[in-house]
């Protein structure tokens, strides 16, 4: 421990990576892109290879209360292939690391390893290594994927330039939703023997905390639409913080219409319940892995005929900032928990 | 939690990682090799690309009590370099993910990829690729390293030929003994506010334990040589252990000759103090980083050129088992903690 003392807080999640890894050069010709957007890029040749590394830690990212094992595998390898699907790749390699305390026995591994297996076959990923590790406390999963693409069709994070329509696959805030009704569940369980979940009619929400899909179908649909974004990112952490990260990677802003924003009638329902708005869980909820990405104006007919995509905005000179416009016409300026402008 | 419960300990961690890995197809033709190497194999057109993931946990992996951050960084890189070494690798890429508590500071963390850093300088890898998550208690490290190989260079641990010699780089025992003698300051440290430690002729032992070092040297040195292993592991569980992986891998047996078995002056010295046998610190200490390898017999003259490897026994048929011959000629079977027989 050292004497000056920052907290972690302070510069926030994003802020703190990019100070550690500020000072690292690059010195293989084979790396393409180091840190800073989805996936590492590495030359393979012929076509880019795509790596990233993700990590997820029992009471923090999962409450195991609630999680199946089976669920929380699948999700794992789900969280892993959206970020090479946000280069436009493919993923093809995946491995597993896992840290175990005593408290799990083989038939629990099993559990996980059956849900990682389940998303391997639905997502044609092969499973190429592992490496169990005891540990002192809980579970940490650590999944590395590795994916390809063609090199005239890799997407960054940087590529958005003005009058690009903003456009994400699937709906938001029901994972976020889901997280809350089984928060609330497992408050309302503690201490009852015999208790009954009150999830009728929340089917859908749950299904998103728990059983996320990797967006697969609409990266096919946007290549047989012979489609390639100027821009993409996978949404971890909400439409609010990913949409910023394009803008600042793209050195653009931004005009997000309200109205546009797609949330299921099942997330609207459990807002109401809670007092809560649906659209803040949709910009700052988190956990839906959808895609966000742009694309040019020009291809606007063509978007809007690929299914199970919406244009939620378009893309503004950088000195106009990153706006949110209510359906009255007001704009409210972005935000999100966790990411400080760069000074 | 399931309902029968079979501890992780009955079947061994070798025995886990196969019995969870078991049943996973391979999909892709890009996927050369899967798990049960050093690293997995990809096939990237001209030549094959080699993936390591390892997760390195806090009071499990180190103790941050005697280990300092800076050589913590520099360590969990070395790790993952040495999983490419034993491939025959060059390593080139690598990400970190990190999960930290409240109790680190950014200085904390800074000090940390400081030595990241550093050993990204020494064996020329490039960062690509970072994360850092919240974890309710302690500091756990992911590392992944990428790494090339041109495809006729590339050594697995299946390899190994009967009448083989067995090599191996550096010497064994000394970052087992220089735990030991850390965790004996840490006791005699233990409410005591003015502590000095005895480390004095220890050095070395502390270095193998703290600031251990990849064997590129050795690595090159093969290679001007014109020298490629037939088989090849870094040993990291002790030199029992790997030895029977490439045992079990290659399908053979194996005689290594107790008095060959490479031994540092101070790790003797500990050992005495400790009333303990060195050669079971080599055998099973673990924690050297050092290559396991094997090359036909008819390059020892070849071998026996190249500085800082020591050849200790050679490859027999698998019936004739695995087996340590002392100085007296019995022979002992080799067995290893953790490391079950197939059934």
Not at 22 to 33: E, G, K, L, Q, Y
Not at 183 to 193: H, I, L, Q, V
Not at 263 to 284: F, G, Q, S, W, Y
Not at 299 to 327: E, F
Request: glycine share 10%.
């Amino acid at each position: 421990m050292q004497n000056k003392r920052t907290e972690i807080s302070e510069v926030g999640e994003f802020g703190l990576i990019r100070r550690l890894t500020d000072r690292f050069p690059i010195r293989n010709a084979s790396t393409v892109m180091g840190a800073g957007d989805d996936a590492a890029v590495i030359d393979a040749g012929d076509k880019y290879l795509l790596l990233t590394s993700d990590l997820l830690l029992e009471g923090i990212d999962f409450d195991l209360v609630y999680f199946p094992l089976k669920h929380l595998g699948y999700k794992a390898v789900v969280v892993g292939i959206n970020d090479i699907l946000a280069m436009n790749g493919t993923p093809e390699q995946l491995t597993v690391a896992i840290g175990v305390s005593a408290k799990f026995a083989i038939e629990d591994l099993e559990e996980l390893y059956s849900g990682i297996r389940s998303a391997c076959e639905d997502y044609k990923v092969d499973l190429v290594g592992g490496d169990t590790d005891s540990s002192v406390t809980g579970l940490t999963i650590a999944v590395s994927v590795v994916g390809s693409v063609e090199k005239e069709r890799i997407v960054y994070r940087s590529g958005a330039k003005e009058n690009d329509l903003v456009c994400i696959t699937g709906d938001l805030g029901a994972a976020y939703m889901g997280l809350h009704l089984l928060e609330r569940e497992k408050r309302a369980f503690a201490g009852n023997d015999n208790p009954q979940p009150q999830f009728e009619g929340y089917e859908y929400l749950l299904r998103r905390q728990l059983m996320p899909s990797a967006p697969t179908t609409a990266i096919a649909a946007l290549r047989t639409a012979g489609i390639v974004p100027t821009s993409m990112i996978d949404i971890s952490d909400g439409l609010a913080s990913d949409m910023l990260q394009i803008c600042r990677s793209s050195s653009c802003g931004v005009r997000i219409y309200l109205e546009r924003i797609p949330i299921a009638r099942e997330t609207h329902k459990m807002a109401d319940e809670l007092h809560a708005d649906p659209v803040v869980a949709a910009l700052n909820g988190g956990g839906d892995h959808e895609l966000l990405f742009t694309v040019p104006l020009a291809q606007q007919s063509r978007i809007a005929g690929v299914g199970g995509i919406d244009i939620i905005g378009h893309i503004t000179p950088a000195d106009t900032g990153a706006k949110l416009i209510t359906p009255d016409g007001s704009e409210i300026t972005l935000t999100a928990p966790g990411f400080v402008e760069r000074q």
